[in-house]
């Protein structure tokens, strides 16, 4: 198991190197180049080359590229130029990343929570009425956008119904302690009940928008590794040896069709921080989503290059956890 990780960490080191050289590449390929994006086209001459010898683009490219890792190590990744200008800009992604985080958490407690035992129901029941139905609810997930769906959800339970807030992380007139910058964390820390719930019901909409698709996905998975496993000769000789349903369910079906779902729970997290872009606009929260649409608004390229590599790197760590769970599942995989 120990050079099992330890390879897993090898290869995460050698990702996030390549990607800091793209983000290095991109930001030099951007119209007009950095000293472009910051200082604007009517920038003087002067004005250019005194930006350019401050951020040490006349130097060589294997001197600049040293120089942004070794920022990009300290924490230093400039100023924010547009999202909130003045403010260093991993300060900016890390009071909005919690915001993220809670959306993405529970969008995804969500997915799993009936993406699982839906996919094993139907999977189950294959042909009948509930698998037809759940095969067509998991089609409209796929195909319905994100925007669309959050929009259609704000309208119907927060104009119409009035039932949940349409936007924001909690309501303004409540006199919340946030210490951790994790409004529901920061409610029970603190005892404050009430403004925990607040926050809560605050993400119940966008966290339904934001699950719908890798609910289908995490469905479609597990409803088909279910159907590979239930008829193998493991588990028709576990039912003649006369073991208990409920063992053979947890033990011999379960477990060895959890493989690919624990994989693909790994996959959607990454789609859960794509989709978090339009779902924090649509309502309102001020997470890295919303960063990067005002970041590619306003041309803040330090809040976007923190946010892409630290997003990343949140990336590759939890696939490195799904590495290790699923080696945990599955022993042979340790040797390989």
Do not use: C
Not at 299 to 323: C, E, I, T
């Amino acid at each position: 198991m120990l050079r099992y990780t330890v390879r897993r960490l090898a290869q995460l080191v050698v990702v996030v190197a390549v990607l800091s050289m793209l983000l290095f590449a991109w930001l030099r390929m951007l119209p007009g180049g950095p000293v472009s994006a910051l200082l604007g086209d009517r920038a003087t001459p002067q004005a250019r080359a005194k930006l350019e010898a401050d951020l040490g683009l006349d130097q060589p490219i294997p001197v600049q590229y040293w120089k942004f890792v070794r920022r990009a190590v300290t924490g230093d990744f400039g100023t924010s130029t547009g999202v909130q200008r003045g403010t260093p800009a991993l300060e900016v992604f890390l009071t909005r990343f919690p915001a993220t985080i809670e959306l993405s958490v529970l969008a995804l407690l969500i997915a799993v929570a009936v993406g699982i035992p839906l996919g094993y129901l139907a999977a189950r029941r294959r042909g009948r009425w509930l698998d037809n139905l759940t095969i067509g609810w998991s089609l409209v997930g796929v195909a319905v956008p994100v925007f669309f769906l959050a929009f259609l959800l704000k309208f119907v339970f927060a104009v119409e119904l009035g039932v949940l807030p349409a936007s924001g992380r909690q309501d303004t007139g409540i006199d919340a302690t946030h210490v951790t910058g994790f409004y529901i964390l920061d409610g029970l820390l603190t005892r404050e009940w009430d403004a925990a719930w607040n926050a809560f019901v605050h993400l119940v909409l966008p966290a339904v928008a934001l699950s719908t698709i890798p609910f289908a996905v995490i469905f479609r998975i597990t409803r088909a590794a279910v159907l590979d496993v239930v008829d193998e000769d493991y588990v028709r000789t576990a039912r003649a040896k006369g073991l208990a349903a409920m063992v053979i369910r947890r033990r011999h079906i379960l477990h060895n069709a959890m493989l690919p779902v624990v994989t693909t729970i790994g996959l959607q997290t990454g789609a859960l921080l794509a989709g978090a872009v339009l779902t924090e606009r649509v309502f309102n929260i001020s997470g890295i989503g919303q960063a990067v649409a005002l970041g590619f608004q306003r041309k803040d390229y330090p809040v976007l290059q923190v946010v892409v590599l630290a997003a990343a790197g949140v990336y590759v760590l939890v696939n490195l956890v799904v590495d290790l769970s699923y080696a945990l599942i599955d022993p042979r995989l340790r040797t390989r």
